[in-house]
T-cell receptor, first 115, second 114 residues
Framework: AQSVTQLDSHVSVSEGTPVLLRCNYSSSYSPSLFWYVQHPNKGLQLLLKYTSAATLVKGINGFEAEFKKSETSFHLTKPSAHMSDAAEYFCVVGKTGGATNKLIFGTGTLLAVQP | DGGITQSPKYLFRKEGQNVTLSCEQNLNHDAMYWYRQDPGQGLRLIYYSQIVNDFQKGDIAEGYSVSREKKESFPLTVTSAQKNPTAFYLC?????????????FGAGSRLTVL
């Protein structure tokens, strides 16, 4: 069985300060983990993915995430927030080598960036 | 540019009417998916298709129907049997042969029932 929990439904940061969006997962298998971003009234765009290679994964737009098996976490970070980062972020868990239709989406974290 | 086109972007429906949402992709992906998104919830899978002329129910298929007559197209019909159809609908595709499980999404269709 698999599940994913995004610990914060809303996060607010000031422009230029670090971003931390938290994601914990549960999986009976070797997990694949993803972060997607969704701007208002748009589709989701892949930020990054972890598939059992390096535990620190770098994505687009300066985002990165670290896979920590001991903590069952896959938190998303960015050193310095930009106004354009304001969006909703989804953590997604799957099974390495498993079917795409079995992906499980978190409930999302809405990131607000204050000027 | 390769991608997924969903139409219409906004749609209003009266209760008791069926509506069809269009999804077209030019990525040459075999697999296509329909998700429903409601505020404060993750995406929920409605239907998926891994190959032409074949499709499977997802987690919330009741009140919905699909067809997959062409590789590029995967339309979703929201029928009058769907009790709460107001939502944001997202179509996606994937190249499952790669094993990467990466989804490419369309821009979505927002359905409102009046």
């Amino acid at each position: 069985a698999q599940s994913v929990t995004q610990l914060d439904s809303h996060v607010s940061v000031s422009e230029g300060t670090p971003v931390l969006l938290r994601c914990n997962y549960s999986s009976s298998y070797s997990p694949s983990l993803f972060w997607y971003v969704q701007h208002p009234n748009k589709g989701l765009q892949l930020l990054l993915k972890y598939t059992s290679a390096a535990t620190l994964v770098k994505g687009i737009n300066g985002f990165e995430a670290e896979f920590k098996k001991s903590e069952t976490s896959f938190h998303l970070t960015k050193p310095s927030a930009h106004m354009s980062d304001a969006a909703e972020y989804f953590c997604v868990v799957g099974k390495t080598g498993g079917a795409t239709n079995k992906l499980i989406f978190g409930t999302g974290t809405l990131l607000a960036v204050q000027p | 540019d390769g991608g997924i086109t969903q139409s219409p972007k906004y749609l209003f429906r009266k209760e008791g009417q069926n509506v069809t949402l269009s999804c077209e992709q030019n990525l040459n992906h075999d697999a296509m998916y329909w998700y429903r998104q409601d505020p404060g919830q993750g995406l929920r899978l409605i239907y998926y298709s891994q190959i032409v002329n074949d499709f499977q129910k997802g987690d919330i298929a009741e009140g919905y129907s699909v067809s997959r007559e062409k590789k590029e197209s995967f339309p979703l019909t929201v029928t009058s049997a769907q009790k709460n159809p107001t939502a944001f609908y997202l179509c996606a595709s994937s190249n499952d042969n790669s094993g990467a499980n990466v989804l490419t999404f369309g821009a979505g269709s927002r359905l409102t029932v009046l």
